[in-house]
């Protein structure tokens, strides 16, 4: 929009200039190209007269005068009778329609060698007309033609001052532009600073700012745009920390009703001897377990959505090797081996909220040591780049499609697998919360390593991109 503000107001600024210069550079080309045929006429006219004269005096006269003239302007002068006699001292011209109409019917031409411009010469043609009196006596001159003078005047002075009558003002109109460009992305980008502000503000409010606010500045219109929005943003961000308060109190509420169901139903398992109804007790204790599951993501995320925490520079290997710690007892009663692999140490740091990188390593492992098989490797491997921390955690359990990748971070949804028949569906949904709000990505990929029978091992790779809080030296 800025660039189009600035073609059009140079547009406008040209069409200007034009409308101005154009036609006063015009007018001074035409007057010019009088002024000089004026002046070539006279001096043709003066030389005419003396050749039509007769007299040797004034022949001698128009000999001085034609070659004065000669010296000053650069021209030549020609002259001829009309017996084809020529002046002694001066050329004789070639014959030519121009010198026959002279001699013949009395009529002075110019020519000025081109239609539309002009020729390197501006030749002029003028009868020399014998002096007579009238039988009158009123002093009429009624004379025969005797005679042409023809004077070659050349151009070129005329030619360097129309050049500089126009590039003259064709500098002035570049200089005036240039300026005018300058001008106008300076008022460009005075007039759109409001839609710049409330872009900005648009964007920061799609990256899920929901504190954005536009300035209110600018012209009526756009005032009235930037309160309008305002206003919706301000809606929107109470209702939404409404239903966060809401999830958040319900699910913390439902916490301890959860608990003493479960107390409840392990009370009654134990005084109940029938198979049958303590098979049914099982089922309902492992959907109050599910439950409480449910309830507990539905309470991390509503906090994680708040972002009421700061990002902070966190060591991360020894988050790594706490919440390792935290799941190798599970792991061993699997005999499933959790393997750290990669470039880490002590100086890599990374930016993260406090709790945010436990939590999401808890997700995912949980997630990982659920699919793997008795037997099988969880590698957590690391690697630190100039720009990011790649954390990856890859499992050996059955993977999933293309598609289920494309769903896998919506809330409540289960996939086919293990995680689908006792998962709450918050997991991938909580991990992506966590990482976006300290500004990283997750992503999904399948588990690469080695074929066996020429199939893949299948397996899903968990790749989760950290800020790192500092240069590191590699290695």
């Not at 003078?149 to 590039?167: A, C, K, M, N």
Request: with cysteine; net charge negative; aromatic share 4%.
């Amino acid at each position: 929009m800025i660039r189009r503000l600035i073609v059009s107001y140079v547009l406008l600024v040209a069409v200007a200039l034009a409308a101005f210069t154009v036609p006063v550079a015009v007018t001074l080309t035409g007057q010019l190209r009088g002024d000089t045929d004026a002046s070539v006429q006279r001096e043709a006219t003066t030389m005419a007269l003396l050749l039509g004269s007769g007299d040797e005096a004034s022949r001698a006269a128009l000999v001085q005068m034609a070659e004065a003239y000669a010296v000053e302007t650069g021209s030549t002068v020609e002259a001829v009778d009309t017996d084809g006699g020529g002046v002694p001292g001066l050329a004789r011209p070639a014959r030519d329609v121009a010198l026959s109409s002279a001699l013949r019917e009395g009529r002075p031409t110019a020519d000025w060698g081109s239609s539309w411009f002009w020729g390197p010469h501006l030749v002029i043609t003028v009868p020399a007309v014998e002096p007579a009196i009238d039988a009158a006596g009123d002093g009429e001159r009624n004379g025969r033609v005797v005679g042409a003078v023809r004077v070659s005047f050349p151009t070129e002075e005329l030619t360097d001052r129309f050049w500089t009558i126009w590039g003259f003002r064709a500098i002035l109109a570049a200089g005036v532009l240039v300026v005018a460009a300058g001008l106008g992305a300076l008022a460009a980008r005075w007039l759109t600073r409001p839609l710049r502000q409330l872009n900005a503000m648009a964007s920061r409010f799609g990256d899920g700012d929901l504190t954005a606010r536009s300035p209110v500045t600018g012209p009526h219109e756009t005032q009235t745009l930037a309160r309008t929005l305002n206003q919706g943003a301000e809606r929107l961000d109470t209702l939404i920390a409404a239903q966060r308060i809401f999830v958040a109190d319900a699910s913390h509420q439902l916490r301890t009703p959860l608990t003493a169901l479960r107390l409840a139903l392990d009370n009654i398992a134990d005084g109940v001897d029938d198979p049958y109804v303590t098979e049914d007790v099982e089922q309902a204790t492992a959907e109050v377990v599910r439950m409480s599951r449910l309830v507990s993501g539905l309470l991390v995320l509503a906090r994680a959505e708040a972002q009421v925490t700061a990002a902070e520079s966190l060591p991360l290997r020894d988050i790594l090797e706490d919440r390792l710690a935290v799941w190798q007892p599970a792991a061993d009663e699997r005999r499933v081996t959790i393997a750290l692999a990669g470039h880490l140490d002590d100086r890599v740091q990374v930016l993260a909220s406090p709790g945010h990188l436990d939590q999401v390593l808890d997700n995912v492992l949980s997630n990982a040591l659920e699919v793997s098989p008795d037997g099988g490797t969880i590698t957590v491997r690391v690697e630190p780049r100039p720009d990011e921390v790649v954390l990856e955690i890859l499992d050996q359990g059955p993977g999933i499609s293309n598609a289920e990748k494309s769903r896998a971070f919506d809330r409540f949804w289960r996939g086919q697998g293990l995680t689908g028949r006792s998962g709450s569906g918050l997991g991938l949904a909580i991990v992506k919360q966590l990482v976006t709000d300290d500004g990283g990505s997750v992503t999904l990929r399948d588990a690469p390593g080695p074929d066996r029978g020429g199939q893949g091992r299948g397996g899903l790779c968990v790749r989760i991109s950290l800020r790192p809080a500092s240069p590191r030296s590699g290695g």
